[in-house]
């Protein structure tokens, strides 16, 4: 079990910037992609971005340019920098370890999830 940890969240006001961790419990980066996705109030969950266990990332047209994930593979960490937050950024932000080839799970390996607000 992987047991995403997410930490990071808060409130900030809009054009301002958030880090979100999420510490993982075991050494995961080169086997399982790992993803962060948000859901906001009476809204489907929706990827934010993903970083596959090669190292190649994507992002939600909603948020390239502004996001970045990246991963310390000595830390067992990931992140997600936030830049030019914008009010409908607002949501519940989830890290999640993906099933795949390399990463033999039976189904999505979610955190807690951390409030991210952002005011105008």
């Known amino acids: 079990q992987v047991q995403p940890e997410e930490s990071g969240g808060g409130s900030v006001q809009a054009g301002g910037s958030l880090t979100l961790s999420c510490a993982v419990s075991?050494?995961?980066?080169?086997?399982?992609?790992m993803a962060w996705y948000r859901q906001a109030p009476g809204k489907e969950r929706e990827l934010v971005s993903r970083v596959s266990s090669d190292g190649t990332i994507s992002y939600a047209d909603s948020v390239k340019g502004r996001f970045t994930i990246s991963q310390d593979n000595a830390k067992n960490t990931l992140y997600l920098r936030m830049n030019s937050l914008k009010t409908e950024d607002t949501a519940v932000y989830y890290c999640?370890?993906?099933?795949?080839?390399?990463?033999?799970?039976?189904?999505?390996?979610w955190g807690q999830g951390t409030q991210v607000t952002v005011s105008s």
């Open positions: 999640a370890a993906e099933p795949g080839r390399l990463c033999p799970m039976p189904d999505i390996d």
């Open positions: 075991v050494h995961i980066f080169s086997s399982c992609a």
